[in-house]
């Protein structure tokens, strides 16, 4: 059978949605066919056989001494559709093309993350929430263009050489991103103000 992967983005800014149809990613929770709960086809092509409906949601908080970030990837399994229904299909290469997209996703959450930790010292100019949603947005439309790059140099995964050579770059992404990987991040007011005074001496040299 054809294997073509139609990759669905959600666009999702604040979570406040339920988590019951959403599976956080993490890397000792592979996808499995069952996550694949949609019922319905859909505008899905003739012969494809899945789609996933992945991204990245965001909250921040302002608390008595610090500010709390979460970026996180998942993947939402009311809005992910398969032709397969059964763990033990033994289609394996598809669900991995589709885990692969899940991936990506993660790989644009841990540079939300790196952003929000390297950049603190915006914090002194703006509050928590623009401050999140500026670097949210800012890999958005990256990850939306990887995700179509993904498919089309993959041809929805039947190409299995770009296959490769996608998981190889996601992979090296992913260890590259390491110390972003945890999804909150918590920065006090006090180093929101050592950062801003260190960079506003940087910027009068």
């Keep these: 059978m ?3 992967s139609i990759i669905l983005l959600v666009v999702v ?3 406040f949605q339920t988590d019951k149809h959403f599976i956080y990613w993490e890397d000792n929770r592979p996808l499995k066919w069952s996550d ?3 019922e319905q086809r859909g505008d899905l092509p003739a012969g494809a ?7 990245m949601n965001h909250n921040s908080w302002k608390e ?11 993947f939402r399994t009311d809005g992910s559709y398969s032709i397969y229904k059964d763990d033990d299909n ?5 669900l991995r093309h589709e885990q692969y997209h899940f991936n990506i996703t993660e790989v644009y959450a841990r540079k939300v993350r790196k952003d929000l930790t390297d950049s603190i010292h915006l914090l002194a100019k703006m509050d928590e929430n ?15 263009n990887a995700q179509k790059a993904c498919d089309k140099e993959t041809k929805g995964g039947n190409d299995t050489l770009q296959q490769k050579h996608w998981e190889q770059m996601v992979d090296e992404e992913l260890i590259k991103l390491a110390a972003y990987k945890n999804t909150e991040i918590k920065v006090t007011f006090c180093e929101v103000k050592k950062a801003a005074e260190s960079n506003k001496g940087k910027t009068e040299k």
């Design 130 to 144: 623009t401050y999140c949603n500026h670097f949210f947005m800012k890999y958005y439309w990256q990850q939306s």
């Design 90 to 94: 033994e289609d394996t290469y598809s």
């Design 49 to 55: 056989i899945a789609n996933v409906a992945s991204n």
């Design 64 to 74: 008595k001494d610090h500010y709390l970030f979460r970026v996180r990837a998942f």
């Design 13 to 15: 800014l604040f979570s």
């Design 2 to 4: 054809k294997r073509i």
């Design 36 to 38: 694949f709960k949609k």
